[in-house]
């Protein structure tokens, strides 16, 4: 995949940006439509430092999905990187717990089927994080 590309087409297809404030580093992100990736509602993702988030996460919810971007590319190659990531953006949901729970599920579910071909510790990441999610949603 050529990530320079994703990236111009990200940026050409923006339809808001914003801030915000994690460990003490400010970041900027892009909001995108959510037709830029139909498949995986609620995408949010980093590629060569452009952050960006799908329109259709709710502004109360956007810094605990970013972080988990940001946290997680930061992690990447360390053991449960994507989980750990996960717990730690849940610091950040302050209302509608269980409504964000129900939306990162049909996310993480979206990504194991849109990225079934990925390398075998990706989709265990993948995995381990949306088990996560149910277990949470089952003790709501």
């Known amino acids: 995949m050529d990530f320079s ?14 801030t ?3 460990d003490g580093k400010q970041y900027e992100y892009d909001i995108l439509p ?9 995408f949010a993702g980093t590629v060569q430092g452009y952050v960006f988030i799908s329109e259709e996460v709710p502004e109360h919810f956007r810094t605990a999905v970013i972080s988990h971007e940001i946290r997680c590319r ?5 053991p449960s990187h ?18 964000y729970l129900e ?13 079934a071909s990925s390398a075998k510790s990706y989709l265990d990441e993948l995995t381990r994080t949306r088990d996560r999610i149910k277990q949470l949603l089952s003790e709501e």
Do not use: N
């Open 34 to 42: 959510a037709s830029f990736e139909p498949s995986i509602p609620g």
């Open 20 to 22: 915000l404030e994690l």
């Open 82 to 99: 994507c989980v750990t990531a996960f717990g730690e953006e849940l610091k950040f949901v302050t209302r509608d717990r269980r409504e």
């Open 5 to 18: 590309e994703l990236v111009r087409r990200a940026k050409a297809a923006k339809t808001g940006s914003g």
């Open 74 to 78: 930061a992690k990447v190659g360390v």
């Open 103 to 115: 939306m990162r599920l049909r996310s993480f579910e979206a990504l194991l089927l849109a990225r």
